[in-house]
């Protein structure tokens, strides 16, 4: 009931419409190019959503805990297949819906029908700011447009990092250690400074100065 979807439903038809699988620790829960079959909730433990390269390189792309969806934005695309691989990085319990039943609570429960329409919504803001941050030619802007839109949805100068600085330098598409010498130079340049957990804009006019 964390997950605000599933908050608009009853219990006992939580029960009925979704079904509880769990997984052991390195499972693949599902492959890239898999057919999504269905709409996933994280009830417990964690999930990694990663790209595997033919190298045999991983980049996790997200971390999913209890609450956390996915399969959403596929289960009823044309093309519905992973572009991913779903991995289960610590045991883990998730409760799936087929697109038959999702279909069905649409028709019975409004609230869910725009629930559901808000996350698909911000799923797809999310993804603009994902990509305005990797069309940026440096680091820096990367960092900058990352910061300014944190600030955006907070309104606070002190930005929570994403897990680790590993998932940060993930989600900016960058080196980690290439990552933590920014973050060095950006402290220099006294325009933010930070912690293991934290970032903490000291200048936001000057943050956006290194946009132009």
């Known amino acids: 009931m964390k997950n605000n979807l599933l908050a608009t439903l009853k219990e006992s038809e939580i029960r009925s419409y979704f079904t509880r699988k769990t997984y052991n620790k390195g499972t693949v829960i599902a492959s890239a190019d898999e057919e999504c079959k269905y709409l996933n909730v994280v009830n417990s433990g964690e999930i990694s959503l990663q790209t595997i390269f033919p190298s045999g390189h991983i980049v996790t792309i997200a971390t999913l805990h209890k609450g956390d969806i996915f399969g959403e934005a596929l289960i ?52 603009n700011s994902k990509i305005r941050i990797l069309s940026q030619n440096s680091i820096r802007k990367k960092l900058c447009i990352y910061l300014i839109d944190e600030f955006n949805k907070t309104n606070s100068l002190t930005i929570k990092i994403p897990s680790s600085k590993e998932i940060l330098a993930n989600v900016l598409n960058v080196p980690r250690p290439s990552l933590s010498r920014e973050l060095m130079s950006m402290k220099d340049d006294k325009l933010t400074t930070y912690d293991k957990k934290t970032i903490t804009i000291l200048d936001i006019e000057k943050l956006e100065e290194e946009l132009f």
């Open 76 to 127: 009823f695309a044309s093309k519905n297949k992973y572009p991913i691989t779903v991995f289960c990085s610590k045991d883990a319990e998730i409760l799936s819906i087929d697109k038959r039943n999702i279909l069905f609570l649409f028709n019975m429960n409004n609230r869910f029908l725009e629930m559901f329409l808000t996350m698909i919504s911000n799923k797809l803001l999310h993804l």
